[in-house]
């Protein structure tokens, strides 16, 4: 059976939990017999003659095939509709899908692939699966979380209400051109992906009518695997039909954690070691644990912050350089062979997101690992972080609650850390179970 992972960026450049993810299937599946492949979109290709407009490459990463693709920018220069709409982009992995001959295809993540990541399979009649990985079927920053720092039900105003929260300059120039009525009165109308001119009208309209245009392309899937119940919830609750619907819980690659020392044992310990690991962006809450450190008048307790300032310059920037606390050392990003080593030195995890998780794989890990996890009590984590068992949970935003939070840990660490968390699944129990999804949708042994 062949196989086709297709994603929006890959490994070794792009290395968040996606990229591994998909990583430690297509080995899985490739050890087990099945001819996976895998097509990313490769948003920092260069493009070596000013007169190139889409370039595709094949690698092999590890022992895994890779088609890379992208599309110069000039040819898609509105960026609000390249994210769903890229129509070079879908006729690249047309091409892909006809050359090789693949039996199913697995989408993980389509931004910048565009809707044809739908289209082309379904076109030549091959099974899809749909991997939800965030909201971005719903919500154009896939986040569900609105420049002023608050959660989000779906897109306001049939998406009119996106604009401002999308691109704050798109929203000023609405407003002081006077066109918002005119970017309403066509948003009914579909948007020409024949089109991908960029103007002050063209961009937002692209962001209205978006959930509704992919939401419709999503439910042609045969089938969309949820890794958390709540993010089922909440694509259900936007109209994605019930029985598309199937909850698979990540799992982990355990060859991430082959050369990880032995955690030291917590009692005794001269102080508290807490960490936080991931992009320092500003929905994951990176200066909400920093406020709590403030709060926290103990100097047996230190913070290790793990993770790249790439996602988010400017805010990330201004948080570290403004770190003036000798209990606080920013380490910056790691490799991923580097994962155990970080983890094996922490005592506790914190996880301070501001936004609805769906299931961070930094808590798996660190659960992996035998580090339980203080965590923000909403979206999917508190599926995974259970009080008692797995670690503790306090109100997303709440400085003051985090610090009480970490304040009791450090005052009795032997006791409050005295957990044995639950391991979270195996990339071994996934591989069975999309093997045997696989198997009833093409009728072929996987």
């Not at 968040?16 to 017999?33: I, M, W």
């Not at 948003?43 to 007169?51: A, I, K, V």
């Not at 899908?97 to 399979?121: C, K, M, S, W």
């Not at 199937?246 to 102080?271: E, I, N, W």
């Amino acid at each position: 059976m062949k196989v086709l992972l297709a994603l929006h960026q890959y490994l070794p450049r792009h290395i968040t939990g996606t990229e591994q993810y998909v990583r430690a299937l297509a080995r899985g599946l490739r050890a087990a017999g099945v001819d996976a492949r895998v097509l990313a979109y490769e948003p920092l290709l260069q493009f070596d003659s000013p007169e190139r407009l889409f370039l595709e490459r094949d690698e092999q990463v590890e022992d895994v095939p890779v088609r890379r693709i992208a599309v110069h920018h000039r040819q898609s220069p509105n960026p609000e509709l390249r994210d769903y709409e890229n129509p070079l982009a879908g006729q690249l992995l047309a091409r892909h899908l006809d050359e090789v001959g693949y039996d199913l295809v697995h989408l993980f993540h389509p931004r910048n692939i565009g809707t044809g990541a739908i289209e082309q399979p379904k076109l030549r009649g091959l099974p899809l699966c749909v991997h939800l990985m965030d909201f971005w079927w719903i919500c154009p920053n896939y986040l569900l979380w609105r420049r002023d720092g608050s959660l989000c039900d779906g897109p306001p105003e049939g998406g009119a209400g996106c604009i401002a929260c999308v691109d704050e300059r798109l929203g000023a120039a609405v407003a002081e051109r006077r066109i918002e009525a005119d970017v309403r009165r066509i948003g009914a109308r579909p948007t020409p992906a024949g089109n991908q001119g960029a103007s002050a009208v063209r961009q937002a309209h692209a962001l209205l009518g978006r959930k509704e245009h992919l939401m419709a392309l999503l439910a042609r899937a045969d089938r969309v695997l949820a890794p958390s119940r709540f993010l089922a919830g909440v694509y259900r609750d936007h109209g994605l039909p019930e029985h598309k619907l199937v909850h698979l819980p990540y799992g982990l690659a355990p060859d991430r954690f082959v050369d990880m020392p032995p955690k030291k044992p917590v009692p005794g310990r001269p102080r508290l070691d807490i960490g936080y690991v991931g992009s320092i962006s500003r929905h994951k809450g990176v200066h909400v644990l920093l406020d709590a450190m403030r709060r926290l008048g103990r100097d047996d307790v230190h913070l290790h912050v793990h993770g790249s300032r790439d996602s988010q310059p400017g805010f990330s920037e201004a948080l570290v350089d403004g770190i003036d606390d000798p209990r606080v050392t920013f380490h910056g990003a790691f490799a991923p062979r580097e994962l155990g080593g970080v983890l094996a030195a922490l005592d506790v995890l914190v996880v301070p997101s501001l936004w609805y998780e769906n299931t961070p794989f930094s808590v798996l890990e660190a659960l992996h690992a035998g580090v339980p996890v203080v965590a923000s009590d909403l979206g999917g984590i508190r599926e995974i972080v259970v009080p008692g068992r797995s670690g503790m949970l306090f109100p997303a935003g709440d400085a003051a609650a985090l610090a009480a939070v970490l304040d009791r840990i450090a005052a009795d660490p032997a006791h409050e850390l005295a957990l044995a968390p639950p391991r979270p699944p195996s990339i071994d129990d996934n591989l069975a179970q999309l093997r045997a999804l696989y198997a009833e949708l093409t009728g072929k042994p996987a």
